[in-house]
């Protein structure tokens, strides 16, 4: 029933277009189906013309002990997969086993098998997760550092038992296009790291049979890719992702006639996509902070490989990037943290680097400062990793400091109308800044907006580096869906609940019908304050109209946030103001006034003219409330507090936030 509810609701989302589209892929699938046990061999490889690494020289003087450390958990069949802490896998693993639940997921025609259904494959992100093969590139990488032979072995085992355990096309890895892509970019990398083409395991006889085996698995997933490419609703960063694993494998192994035309379709359709999926200003329309990191990698590594190969992105791709980059430095508070708006999975591309500190975002401001050769960049990163030299090589470092501050470079931006984000604060990228990030944004990206979360008007506020009103995260995607409601729920984010429903509706895990529209009505900045106001329609679908209207306020010498919230209606409702802190804060309420500690920070929260009592809620069950999950299926209390009360008619209510005292004065 559950299946049938989501089909239907799925059928709401699909233009006619979409619909014709489906049925005919549905067709092909079904007579593929019965004709996969007679695909013939693939096409023999022609290897004379072999695509260039992404660099001439990767990194040599890097510390190899952190590298082989990586390297010697793999052999020893030791992983790390989202909550699953130093699991054993074993050396091979069972690659169709998911490591969470122990289910083995069955062997049959790939593209018919359900594999949102748990009790058939278990936890799909579990099982999805290790059969991506980051782990063969840090095997490739140690390897490169050491000289030791034993991880390019470990490399070569690792392969044979993947073609053994998971035939073209059966089981859950010939299911996701997307996952075949990323697989594809961990082989190129791992490919060249080992020597390419006059790599010492292709050396013997035995070492041929092997890299034949490998090219003809590489072929059947460019076909695959090829074929069930993410179209019409579902043309997201699935799509992107999908086109850069068949762009860098067509220039990897350019073995085929079809080569050629993989890689022209993924060039001239990656050119295309990151102007429709990336806002003018800079902001990912799938409105997920993640999900924009994810893009901007995948960019950066079909950049890269192309320059290496002579294929250039044109000037629209590139400042596109750019302003992506720059949305990421906006919303990054002094000690590096970014609101963790929408979803987010934990997905790395290539898992390059092996720093015990290093840090995603701090790592692209990083690479891009000496790509674009931006001074406040590199001011905001304090820092040249690991995977930012993996990228661009040992001179790129030399570069990087080489870049002296720019006292005339352009300031902070603080406006991304079309992304609906706006920057609200004072002292930014000094060690007392203030910064709020308030949303006045869409929902998500195209019908189903997979990975948007119902935060209209919510916002997050940061102080000298400490992360107090939060976006509590994403916590889980196929499973749980109490907690994947909660987490993208209007409760979990700081803005106003009408009559217990969310302002978006949920038409499952990666799915909302109705949508709210948010708008942007007005914003102005000067020394003495910021103002952002903007208003939704979410609950405009309740029996009696509701239309919420949010102005933001923060008075910069006396550091307070005024918000007033505006509800027009004419009926009964019942409202809920949430305020959501970080689990580093301690929260009290004493009589009607909300206390926050964090640090040396204090923040007063009161709300003059409302009827309800704050409530504080920590590590709640049920109903959910008080949680925060910085990492993919993991969760933990958190302090949340609510306001609620009943309305008749139209209804202003007055919340001020106060910074009272101090600032944290750490080196960040």
Request: with cysteine.
């Amino acid at each position: 029933m559950k299946n049938l509810v989501w089909k239907y609701n799925r059928l709401r989302t699909m233009s006619f277009a979409e619909i014709a589209y489906r049925v005919r892929q549905a067709a092909k699938i079904k007579a593929d189906s019965y004709i996969h046990k007679r695909i013939k061999h693939p096409p023999r490889p022609d290897y004379s013309h072999p695509g260039k690494p992404w660099l001439d020289s990767p990194p040599r003087d890097l510390n190899a002990e952190l590298y082989c450390t990586a390297a010697n958990r793999i052999l020893a069949g030791r992983y790390d997969i989202f909550a699953l802490h130093d699991a054993n896998l074993g050396f091979p693993p069972q690659w169709n086993r998911d490591p969470k639940t122990g289910i083995q997921a069955p062997l049959v025609f790939g593209k018919t098998l359900n594999y949102r259904n748990e009790d058939l494959v278990g936890n799909i992100k579990y099982l999805w997760e290790p059969n991506r093969h980051l782990q063969l590139t840090t095997l490739a990488q140690a390897y490169h550092l050491s000289g030791d032979s034993r991880y390019a072995s470990g490399v070569q085992v690792l392969l044979e038992s993947w073609f053994d355990q998971c035939p073209y096309p059966l089981g859950v890895h010939w299911t996701s296009s997307l996952e075949l892509a990323v697989r594809l970019v961990n082989w190129s990398f791992t490919w060249h790291l080992l020597g390419g083409e006059n790599s010492r395991l292709f050396a013997s006889e035995e070492g041929e049979r092997f890299k034949r085996r490998w090219l003809d698995s590489i072929y059947l997933h460019c076909h695959f890719i090829a074929s069930f490419l993410s179209r019409h609703s579902s043309a997201n960063n699935h799509l992107f992702g999908e086109l850069m694993g068949l762009f860098v494998a067509a220039i990897t192994w350019p073995c085929w006639q079809a080569s050629k035309h993989w890689l022209q379709q993924a060039h001239r359709e990656l050119e295309t996509e990151a102007i429709k999926q990336n806002a003018p200003d800079g902001v990912n329309l799938e409105q997920a902070v993640y999900y924009q990191h994810e893009v901007i990698d995948m960019m950066l590594i079909c950049w890269l490989v192309g320059r290496a190969n002579g294929i250039a992105f044109s000037q629209h791709f590139t400042t596109r990037l750019e302003r992506m980059l720059e949305f990421i430095a906006a919303v990054m508070d002094v000690s590096g943290s970014v609101p963790m708006i929408g979803d987010a999975d934990d997905a790395l591309m290539v898992h390059w680097s092996k720093e015990p500190n290093w840090h995603l975002y701090r790592s692209l401001l990083a690479t891009a400062a000496v790509l674009f050769n931006r001074s406040d960049f590199k001011e905001k990163t304090k820092h040249f990793d690991d995977k930012s030299r993996w990228l661009l090589g040992d001179d790129a470092k030399h570069h990087y400091d080489s870049i002296a501050p720019n006292n005339h470079q352009a300031t902070l931006r603080r406006e991304f109308r079309t992304g609906g984000y706006f920057i609200i604060g004072s002292n930014f990228d000094q060690q007392n800044e203030i910064r709020a990030v308030a949303d006045a944004g869409p929902l998500g990206y195209l019908s189903i907006a997979a990975h948007g979360h119902a935060d209209a008007l919510s916002f997050t506020l940061s102080v000298a580096g400490n992360p107090i009103l939060i976006d509590p995260g994403t916590y889980a995607y196929h499973t749980q869906k109490k907690w994947r409601d909660y987490f993208r729920g209007t409760a979990a984010h700081n803005t106003v609940r009408v009559d217990g429903i969310d302002q978006s509706e949920i038409g499952g895990n990666f799915m909302w019908l109705r949508k709210a529209n948010a708008r942007r009505e007005h914003w102005e900045s000067n020394p003495d304050k910021d103002c952002f106001v903007a208003s939704h329609d979410g609950y405009r679908r309740l029996p009696d109209p509701v239309i919420h209207r949010r102005k933001i306020e923060f008075l910069k010498q006396a550091r307070i946030i005024v918000v007033e919230d505006m509800l027009t209606c004419t009926a009964e409702h019942e409202l809920e103001f949430n305020w959501h802190f970080s689990e580093a804060c301690q929260v009290s309420i004493d009589h009607n006034t909300v206390r926050v500690t964090i640090a040396d920070i204090h923040l007063e929260i009161t709300m003059p003219n409302g009827n309800g009592k704050p409530e504080l809620a920590i590590g709640s069950e049920n109903p959910p409330s008080g949680w925060i999950s910085r990492n993919f299926d993991e969760k933990i209390p958190s302090p949340s507090v609510i306001w609620r009360e009943k309305i008749t008619g139209t209804t202003r209510r007055i919340t001020n936030l106060r910074i009272i005292t101090g600032y944290n004065a750490r080196n960040t």
